[in-house]
């Protein structure tokens, strides 16, 4: 090590008399190969042996798509896919005959997803966040309120388990869990802690009857969802399936 020192400081000093009107240097070739591999693990080693494993998991390929995913409103292959995630990974937490939907942001979405094979790594640049997945059990004139408001701004969030038709604005059709909306029933929301209190001016948590925190990370249940799809055989893609239809 201490050779390739040398020959360094030579080369510097080299280039820093350069413009002197004479002088002389001096060099040696110095081969980088295994001669300067010590015997034992070097530090480099140690820190790719700390992480390898890691790495290994974050590339295992979970599914594939046929072409690349990317959100887009009222809905997309990725923001239906986000949303479908929540409402699966929540399946455990529901009870029998409960009428439960799902909403997440868009703003959560932040990367798309590739063609082709899907890897744990894609599903963590996508939705990076620690989120938490929640269910709100809510009264229906609080679910009415909510769409309502999405159908004003002619702008909606991510949903899953809803069929809703908007036309100049208003809310003309809303069905939750194939059930037409009825505002004196209760409804579970299944959402993200980020939403309860304001995250991307939403207060999912106002006349919430209960609220039931799950200690599942949005990213795991998404992954948990694709990869129980694709052993299914599913292969995702970007269309859309007319879950939020608006019309002029």
């Known amino acids: ?93 529901l009870k029998e005959g409960d009428k439960a939907f799902a909403l997440t942001n868009f703003g959560g979405i932040r990367a798309d997803l590739p063609k082709g094979a899907i890897r744990v790594y894609d599903i963590y640049s996508t939705f990076p966040f620690d989120n938490s997945l929640v269910i709100v059990e809510l009264p229906g004139y609080r679910v009415r309120e909510i769409m309502k408001n999405f159908a004003k701004k002619g702008r909606f969030e991510a949903l899953a388990g809803v069929q809703i038709e908007v036309k100049d604005k208003g809310l003309k059709k809303c069905y939750i869990g194939g059930e ?10 299944v959402t993200i802690d980020f939403l309860l209190d304001g995250g991307d001016a939403l207060s999912l948590r106002k006349g919430a009857k209960e609220i039931v925190m799950s200690d599942i990370f949005v990213r795991d249940g998404v992954v948990k969802y694709i990869k129980d799809k694709s052993e299914a055989g599913h292969v995702f893609n970007n269309q859309r399936d007319g879950r939020i239809v608006i019309k002029k």
């Open 1 to 93: 090590m201490k050779r390739i020192f040398i020959a360094l400081a030579l080369l510097s000093g080299a280039m820093l008399s350069a413009s002197a009107q004479s002088f002389t240097y001096k060099w040696e070739r110095v081969p980088m190969d295994s001669t300067w591999m010590k015997e034992g693990t070097s530090e480099v080693e140690e820190i790719i042996a700390k992480y390898h494993p890691g790495i290994e998991d974050l590339m295992e390929i979970i599914g594939y798509s046929s072409e690349e995913l990317s959100k887009g409103n009222p809905e997309s292959g990725l923001s239906n896919l986000a949303a479908d995630a929540l409402l699966y990974a929540a399946q455990p937490l």
């Open 180 to 189: 037409k909306l009825n505002d004196d029933k209760y409804y579970k929301l």
